[in-house]
């Protein structure tokens, strides 16, 4: 099967991917980001924690160009985001793929189409090879049997597992993954979670992610940063972060969450 995280030029691992220079983020009088400074490696898994508000998902909406930094500099494979010119943004945000708490899949689209549309019409890919891929991704999902059904046909779980596919078939060199599980019923989270742990395992894919499942960033996460008041407080492997934790606030949050 084709690695999902293979890119025509895939940054070296270990190479920096994403980063963050003095970010600031304000919404009216409430800063999310203050000065953020920080940086993803290629190929790392990295998890982001912390209390709601804190800025995690802001983190997420700026590198997918939903939102714009009121301050600072971000920088994704050696290419600027912000500041940068449309045609700019548009080319580096075919680097990024998004996960989001809702599955955001177009209702009026098979599986198979959902999985191909933006191959074709943004990548320019034919629509032979986006079908073979997507078929591909959705065996690498489990739900090699479901190309001809639509959403409301599949369970919230099955929507999600689509979702994962879709953003892979854009072959980004980051997935980024926002509470990719928040929305679903307890009986399906841990569906969804086996599927990411098999693509952490066995891609070479940078991953991002906010969540609140904090066995599922303990086992994927080669990093982990705990956010509070729009800074990083704390940052170390998951072994660290979650056994022996040296911020305050840190513990304060693991021993309300775990």
């Known amino acids: 099967m084709t690695d999902p995280g293979s890119h025509t030029n895939p940054p070296v691992d270990g190479s920096e991917l994403i980063r963050f220079d003095h970010v600031t983020k304000r919404f009216g009088s409430n800063t999310v980001l203050d000065g953020l400074d920080f940086s ?76 191909t549309e933006a191959p074709v019409t943004v990548l320019g890919m034919s629509k032979d090879e986006a079908e073979q891929r997507a078929r591909e991704l959705l065996d690498l999902v489990g739900l090699a049997d479901k190309c001809d059904a639509y959403p409301t046909q599949l369970s919230g779980g099955q929507q999600q597992r ?20 928040s ?47 729009g800074h990083v407080i704390e940052s170390g492997p998951p072994e660290k972060i979650f056994g022996d934790p040296e911020h305050e606030r840190t513990r304060e949050f693991l021993g309300a969450v775990l």
């Open 183 to 229: 929305a679903l019923d307890p009986e399906l989270v841990a569906g969804v979670l086996d599927v990411l742990r098999d693509i952490a395992r066995t891609t070479d894919i940078t991953m991002l992610c906010v969540t609140h499942e904090m066995n599922f960033a303990r086992d994927i996460s080669d990093q982990v940063l705990m956010f509070d008041s």
């Open 40 to 115: 993803v490696d290629a190929g790392k898994h990295v998890t982001l924690i912390g209390p709601s508000g804190s800025g995690k998902t802001t983190i997420l909406r700026l590198l997918m160009t939903l939102m714009k930094p009121d301050e600072g500099t971000i920088t994704v494979a050696g290419d600027q985001l912000f500041p940068a010119s449309e045609k700019q943004v548009r080319e580096v945000r075919k680097k990024i793929g998004m996960v989001f708490q809702q599955f955001n899949l177009f209702p009026n689209m098979n599986v198979l189409r959902n999985i």
């Open 162 to 181: 689509v979702a994962i596919a879709r953003a892979l078939a854009m072959r980004p060199q980051v997935l980024l993954l926002d509470e990719v599980t």
